[in-house]
T-cell receptor, first 111, second 113 residues
């Protein structure tokens, strides 16, 4: 079963705009990760944020984590057509537990 | 560095036939995962190996699915017999010992007719 719920399910924006995707989860976590999946491809790891962190940046990506609300958001700034993909959050409860993925947000960036 | 390799990339079979998927993880990665991904959904773990030992196979439908990882490197996932509902993408991933990030292969897209 999927732990994460992502919102929105689909998002369509123009190139240059920012894209924000949200993820909510149900149980305590050790870390939360975001992955990207281009059509017909495997998933690619983007960024990991630990439970004791509130914000993390990597290039044009900004991730926030609110453990009190059990939610995270992924912001992609100055989006490009090449950012078109599905984005998944995944939670890791630690101690050898499995990585549990959400259902994903389909992002379309129009040129 | 080569990534995770999976074959075949696509497979079409008739129901009740057997099918097998192969995965070669990144060199040196001792943890290997098999995931099932249905259309429009996130991946769901089927089985996780630490070297040649299956340490989490609770979600593997053992009546028809089996997996092996001989010598702790390559792995094979088998379905016998396949059902219509098995149509999905089967993803393999690997990670180094203690690693938190997983590296995914391109997946095998299975269509059962």
């Amino acid at each position: 079963s999927q732990q994460g719920e992502e919102d929105p399910q689909a998002l369509s924006i123009q190139e240059g705009e920012n894209a924000t995707m949200n993820c909510s989860y149900k149980t305590s976590i050790n870390n939360l990760q975001w992955y990207r999946q281009n059509s017909g491809r495997g998933l690619v790891h983007l960024i990991l944020i630990r439970s004791n962190e509130r914000e993390k940046h990597s290039g044009r990506l900004r991730v926030t984590l609110d453990t009190s609300k059990k939610s995270s958001s992924l912001l992609i700034t100055a989006s490009r057509a090449a950012d078109t993909a599905s984005y998944f959050c995944a939670t890791d409860a630690g101690s050898g537990s499995r990585l549990t993925f959400g259902e994903g947000t389909q992002l379309t960036v129009n040129p | 560095e080569a990534g995770v390799v999976q074959s075949p990339r696509y497979k079409i079979i008739e129901k009740k036939q057997p099918v097998a998927f192969w995965c070669n993880p990144i060199s040196g990665h001792n943890t290997l995962y098999w995931y099932l991904q249905n259309l429009g959904q996130g991946p769901e773990l089927l089985i996780r190996y630490e070297n040649e030992e299956a340490v989490d196979d609770s979600q593997l439908p053992k009546d028809r699915f089996s997996a092996e990882r001989l010598k702790g490197v390559d792995s094979t996932l088998k379905i016998q017999p396949a059902e219509l509902g098995d149509s999905a993408v089967y993803l393999c991933a690997s990670s180094p010992a203690g690693g938190e990030t997983q590296y995914f292969g391109p997946g095998t897209r299975l269509l059962v007719l």
